[in-house]
């Protein structure tokens, strides 16, 4: 044999799938730069799946290429899995190109987020020779809009908001050219062919263009007025973040009058120049994802309205070219806060935007390339020394790794505030954007929309939808409606199954899931629960002692309602004349009798065990907070009073062993003659905070002993708070306990999709139909 014949018998034809994050992210030049430079031929292509190759060449070439890809991937793309096979017909090719896509097969190619400018757009948004200089749009395969523009599967132009730009002559060449930063990025344009900038006052026609659209909205900024700026992922309200009166108008018209502002600084400089920030927390304000960080700080020196009555400030900085220009023509900060009214979906839409905003909003500074999906800012911290999300939206939506598959074919529709939607798929778990309220038609609109186009595109239409065992939520209907097959998961159960499922735990665990409010297996209203949750089942092993609430919903308004139902049940009708209580006196004679009124007969005053109404309670007496304003606001003022070093006697919770086999109850009872004391001997609000905080972890760990699991599951919206979180980590961990909570996914209701999606779908993998709820016998 001949080395000639040689080499052509090993000359080899491999077809290699890879799957992943891999669409959007560079990722067809990248194998397109690698194959060229091992002198192998072939094409690379999207593929409904992710990125297809046919590479031709010696086998120990095409292996060279493989694990190039593996080791050399973009630093945005994530590889789930590469398979190869050998294919025939070699010989064929000349040489190695980049195939436009195929329409075919089922579309489960993980969807690329959207990401913040790279260093070296910046530096060419900043360089006056560059032909891009200022350009607000600038973005190349490492950065700039995705899913907010993809309108479908796969991920090219012809399917993204940019198919109305038709490519410059440049921006083409570039496109086509396989050694620029721009060889096929989808998004790419420039001030000849791409987006352009206008200014509009809120009730004027078109005033300025382009540089003078943003002059004129810098100018306004400065001037104290309110700018509605059309953003990544929908309209975001601006104002000049050290004027007090600024805010205040803006609270005013947004009807937002306590609920944090988010601050955005152009520059990390400048930010660190108003608060401290850890290295974790420069990297979380830093990354491609670009979310809003809680940082903690109380002397920021912006004006003192932006977080009335908090210890934390939500910060963040530029995430598009846009924002970055203004900002630094600026050179001040800004509040950048959701362009909508409180619990509505963001606006997304140049007209909408202006209709809904326009009694909000001086001016708008909007763009002509559309938004396709409402994205709002993500919300994340650094809590127990991990990156923790808590709005889960632009630059993480909408996918999700997880340590465990989930079969596909599941839906799930989440619950009734900051609502999600998960979907199965053969590629993995979708998990959507932040959605808002249920409580408003524009959220349910939203919601309706968001569950059709994730299911068009991913081409997938699940079996089964799991739900929210609430009969009357808008989202347990929708699963009805959605079908053909559906599950209620109890809303607890959901919380604990999020965090399991988020750290691939399969055996059995303890899971403290307390949060505001859900409904439960007895028709309550559950919200402090330890849950024993294993494979097959979960049985309820302990709650918080039940107390009423007068007047139902409006106590999750009036944490004054809660400390009253509280009272009640300690001292009976005596409560009345306790005039030296803040939420007693709060309430007038009149309706003080009307309220025990309500508590005698047990009308309009539902029983319930929620530690997030508890919390309302304690900050009602503690004298910090009557009504509240946003949900969480209590709890949330009761933890900014914390004195971190200051360590009281905790309050302690009495634990009632059960006579049957009922869950144990935890007794609030001696917890609140604690506060009492305590604020009649003139103890401070600090004092009194860190007591109750100290007490809820003892009882976590009293529990934990009582159990006999070794992995403890922290769940629901009270372990937002971050004190809570660490402290009882901290603890559980020294009393030699495993700690689990969430972070890639927010501890509140916002997670609560994909806990539902995974219980509903690990415990009837094995079944035709999802059995009936509730499941019992752990
Ligand atoms: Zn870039
Ligand atoms: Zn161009």
Not at 603 to 612: F, K, Q, Y
Not at 716 to 737: R, V
Request: charged fraction near 20%; proline fraction near 6%; glycine fraction near 8%.
């Amino acid at each position: 044999m001949t080395q000639d014949s040689t080499a052509e018998t090993l000359l080899t034809r491999w077809r290699v799938c890879v799957r992943g994050v891999v669409q959007g992210v560079g990722f067809r030049p990248f194998v397109y730069r690698q194959a060229t430079e091992l002198g192998l031929t072939g094409w690379v292509g999207n593929s409904p799946e992710g990125v297809e190759i046919e590479a031709e060449g010696h086998p120990v070439v095409l292996e060279q290429l493989v694990s190039a890809l593996i080791q050399h991937a973009p630093a945005n793309a994530r590889i789930d899995d590469v398979h190869t096979e050998p294919v025939a017909h070699p010989g064929a090719f000349r040489e190695f190109s980049i195939r436009e896509s195929e329409k075919r097969g089922e579309a489960s190619a993980q969807l690329p987020a959207d990401w913040a400018t790279c260093q070296q757009c910046l530096q060419e948004l900043y360089d006056p020779d560059n032909r891009r200089y200022r350009y607000p749009f600038i973005n190349c395969t490492d950065c700039g809009p995705r899913y907010s523009l993809i309108e479908a599967l796969p991920y090219d132009r012809a399917n993204t908001a940019m198919r109305h730009f038709q490519m410059c002559g440049r921006c083409l060449a570039e496109y086509h050219d396989p050694a620029s930063r721009r060889f096929h990025a989808e998004a790419t344009a420039c001030a000849d062919c791409g987006p352009r900038l206008a200014f509009f006052p809120s009730d004027g026609d078109i005033l300025a263009q382009d540089e003078a659209a943003l002059d004129e909205a810098a100018g306004r900024l400065a001037a104290g007025e309110i700018i509605a700026f059309k953003g990544l992922g929908g309209f975001q309200l601006l104002v000049d973040a050290r004027n007090v009166q600024s805010v205040r108008m803006l609270r005013e018209r947004k009807g937002r009058p306590d609920k944090p502002l988010a601050v955005m600084f152009g520059s990390l400089e400048s930010l660190q120049g108003v608060c401290p920030v850890s290295a974790q927390e420069r990297q979380l304000l830093t990354g491609p994802e670009r979310p809003i960080v809680l940082l903690h700080t109380r002397n920021h020196g912006l004006a003192d309205n932006l977080a009335p009555g908090r210890s934390d400030l939500g910060v963040m900085l530029p995430s598009t070219p846009l924002h970055e220009l203004l900002l630094r023509d600026l050179g001040f900060p800004v509040v950048a806060t959701s362009g909508n009214r409180n619990g509505e979906p963001i606006a997304i839409d140049n007209d909408e935007a202006r209709a809904r905003l326009v009694d909000i909003a001086d001016g708008f500074l909007v763009h002509d390339r559309p938004i396709l999906r409402p994205l709002d800012d993500s919300v994340a911290r650094v809590a127990a020394g991990c990156p923790q999300l808590l709005r889960r939206a632009r630059g993480y939506s909408p996918n999700l790794a997880l340590p465990l598959p989930v079969p596909p074919g599941w839906g799930a529709t989440g619950g009734h505030l900051k609502t999600t939607v998960a979907l199965s798929t053969d590629s993995g778990v979708v998990l959507s954007q932040h959605l808002g309220d249920m409580d408003n038609a524009l959220g349910r609109e939203g919601f309706d929309r968001t569950v059709d186009s994730l299911q068009r595109m991913f081409a997938t239409r699940p079996r089964c939808w799991a739900h929210d065992g609430h009969p009357d939520y808008y989202t347990t209907h929708q699963a009805l409606e959605l079908g053909p097959l559906h599950c209620a998961v109890q809303h607890h159960v959901a919380h604990v199954a999020a965090v399991m499922a988020e750290h691939g735990l399969s055996e059995p665990v303890l899971g403290v899931a307390w949060d505001g409010s859900g409904f439960g297996d007895d028709h309550t209203v559950w919200g402090g629960e330890f849950l024993c949750v294993g494979p097959q089942g979960y049985q309820r092993m302990a709650h918080l002692r039940r107390f009423r609430l007068p007047g139902g919903e409006a106590a999750m308004r009036e944490p004054r309602r809660s400390a009253f139902g509280l009272l009640y049940a300690l001292i009976g009708e005596e409560l009345t004349e306790c005039e030296a209580l803040p939420p007693v006196s709060d309430f007038t004679r009149a309706e003080r009798k009307l309220l025990l009124q309500a508590l005698k007969a047990g009308l309009n005053a539902p029983e319930t065990s929620s530690v997030g109404r508890l919390f309302d309670a304690v900050a009602a007496l503690a004298g910090i907070c009557q009504k509240a304003s946003y949900e969480g606001q209590a709890a949330a003022e009761l933890e900014a009073v914390l004195d971190r070093e200051s360590t009281p006697q905790p309050y302690r919770f009495d634990l009632s062993a059960p006579d049957t086999d009922r869950p144990w109850q935890v007794d609030w009872a001696p917890v609140i003659e604690g506060v009492l004391a305590d604020i009649a001997r003139g103890a401070s609000v600090s004092e009194i905070s860190a007591a109750f905080h100290g007490g809820l972890v003892n009882v976590i760990v009293s529990m934990a002993k009582q159990s006999q699991l070794s992995c403890i599951v922290l769940a629901g919206g009270c372990f937002q708070n971050s004190y809570l979180l660490e402290s009882t980590i901290l603890a559980l961990k020294a009393a030699g306990f495993q700690a689990f909570w969430s972070c890639q996914v927010p501890a509140n209701d916002g997670g609560l999709a994909l806990g539902q999606l995974a219980w509903a779908s690990r415990l009837n993998q094995d079944r035709e139909a999802p059995c009936a709820w509730p499941y019992r016998d752990a």
